[in-house]
């Protein structure tokens, strides 16, 4: 029961690898899990199902996107909860980007994925951050950075970008917040078979494989322990770090 009487909040946990977050976070024992999404269907019937299955669960909806939204999410939560215990920052756009070069790719999309990645998760750790300086546990936030920054996948350089921004922002972040005792870290997945990643080419999916040290698929249960930990009590002293979860494509 490694997150008992934490409340945890997972954006993106309508479906995929967030869901499968909040299910982990569930499993794992936590008091309260906050599922965040901007589908309001996704985000409800998740919620539904981790209350069918024991846990404590709301949802929440928010667009990270929008600085407005954003702000309402984190001041609805301190009036409902008053501190919150760990933040998972996994929403970001994926899907449907892929396939054009950096000379393809417009001005619209790529202000679009810098606004959700980059902008949104930072929006999200500052409405968040003083809830979690009031957790008693001490505050945990994972960031989801992706395996795509550390080895350079070609046609995809909006989303790369958006994910190296993380992992420099969350370095960043680990020193303004250590203070407070709010350990941040970020993990970087791999190619993961999840709802999102579905478009992605059978030739990419296949150069995962097979570049592999584990040559495999890589399922969201292969991530799911990597955030638990960071979120629990054996993590707070771990801070700032880099923690790849692809079954060794790239090590770091």
Not at 11 to 28: I, K, M, P, S
Not at 145 to 151: E, I, Q
Not at 194 to 217: I, N
Request: one cysteine or more; a neutral charge.
């Amino acid at each position: 029961m490694f997150l008992q009487e934490r409340i945890v909040v997972v954006t993106g946990a309508g479906r995929g690898l967030g869901r499968a977050f909040a299910d982990a976070c569930a499993a794992a024992g936590a008091a309260t899990i906050i599922v965040a999404d901007i589908n309001a269907e996704w985000g409800a019937a998740a919620a539904a199902d981790l209350k069918k299955a024991g846990a404590d669960a709301v949802f929440l909806p928010v667009d990270l996107g929008d600085p407005v939204s954003v702000e309402a999410f984190g001041a609805e939560l301190g009036r409902r909860y008053g501190h919150v215990d760990g933040l998972v920052n996994n929403a970001a756009i994926a899907t449907g980007i892929g396939g054009k070069t950096f000379e393809e790719i417009d001005i619209a999309t790529w202000d679009r994925v810098m606004a959700v990645n980059v902008r949104g998760t930072w929006l999200m750790v500052k409405a968040l951050a003083p809830l979690l300086r009031k957790s008693r546990l001490g505050g945990r936030i994972v960031n989801l950075a992706s395996d795509t920054a550390l080895w350079g996948a070609p046609r995809l350089l909006h989303y790369v970008s958006s994910k190296g921004a993380i992992i420099s922002m969350t370095r960043s972040l680990a020193r303004e917040l250590g203070p407070d005792r709010i350990a941040v870290n970020a993990i970087a997945p791999g190619l993961v078979l999840v709802e999102a990643t579905e478009y992605v080419p059978e030739e990419r999916k296949r150069l995962y494989v097979e570049g592999r040290a584990m040559a495999r698929s890589q399922m969201p249960e292969d991530v799911v322990g990597a955030v638990v930990y960071l979120l629990s009590d054996g993590a707070g002293f771990v801070t700032g770090q880099l923690l790849p979860v692809n079954g060794g494509f790239v090590f770091n």
